[in-house]
T-cell receptor, first 115, second 114 residues
């Protein structure tokens, strides 16, 4: 069964450094999402992406964040200058048609630790 | 304020028993409600999706109910198995366009004991 994959599984970085988290969505899916989950807290929506554009973003997704689909298969989340509070699990998800009732398939997540 | 509240926060039951998890929401405009299962350290996996007009939806041993009038949903797990140990998250989607607001509950941590 096709699945969403994410790399790396764990990323450790120094505060102020840039990180790029990578995701490979399911191949025939058109809508892509990033979520984060700080340890012990709720999953939070960051951004949705369709047709090479951001569809919607939350208040968390400020100028430090950016997303890109660089080559037609990867979907990346870049954090320009990491802060301690960016430490979290970051989940990528994809869906086929992006309607409100479409199932989103989540990847296994990347654990980001900012020191 | 748009909110999704789940109860209980955690639950321990014996293998083979049934249990019911609750979700109350105060959101507008409501589009649909989803239940996800999240194993520790993994991404959420969709169990059910229900729109305003659906009262019940089943997925194997999982049955979700929705009362749109009282803004309550429940997830009933029948004949629990050890592999059911996970967090169960209620998610409510607002709006009707593809760019919709997504509100997650805090989850119920379910532990199944042999």
């Amino acid at each position: 069964e096709p699945e969403v994959t994410q790399t790396p599984s764990h990323q450790v970085t120094q505060m102020g450094q840039e990180v790029i988290l990578r995701c490979v969505p399911i191949s025939n899916h058109l809508y892509f999402y990033w979520y984060r989950q700080i340890l012990g807290q709720k999953v939070e929506f960051l951004v949705s992406f369709y047709n090479n554009e951001i569809s919607e973003k939350s208040e968390i997704f400020d100028d430090q964040f950016s997303v890109e689909r660089p080559d037609g298969s990867n979907f990346t989340l870049k954090i320009r200058s990491t802060k301690l509070e960016d430490s979290a699990m970051y989940f990528c998800a994809s869906s086929e048609i992006g309607t409100n009732t479409d199932t989103q398939y989540f990847g296994p997540g990347t654990r980001l630790t900012v020191l | 304020k748009n909110q999704v509240e789940q109860s209980p926060q955690s639950l321990i039951i014996l293998e083979g028993k049934n249990c019911t998890l609750q979700c109350n929401y105060t959101v507008s405009p409501f589009s649909n409600l989803r239940w996800y299962k999240q194993d520790t350290g993994r991404g959420p996996v969709s169990l059910t999706i229900m729109t305003f007009s659906e009262n019940t939806k089943s997925n194997g041993r999982y049955t979700a109910t929705l009362d749109a009038d009282t803004k309550q949903s429940s997830l009933h797990i029948t004949a629990s198995q050890l592999s059911d140990s996970a967090s169960y998250i209620c998610v409510v989607i607002l709006g009707y366009s593809s760019a919709s607001k997504i509100i997650f509950g805090s989850g119920t941590r379910l532990s199944i004991r042999p």
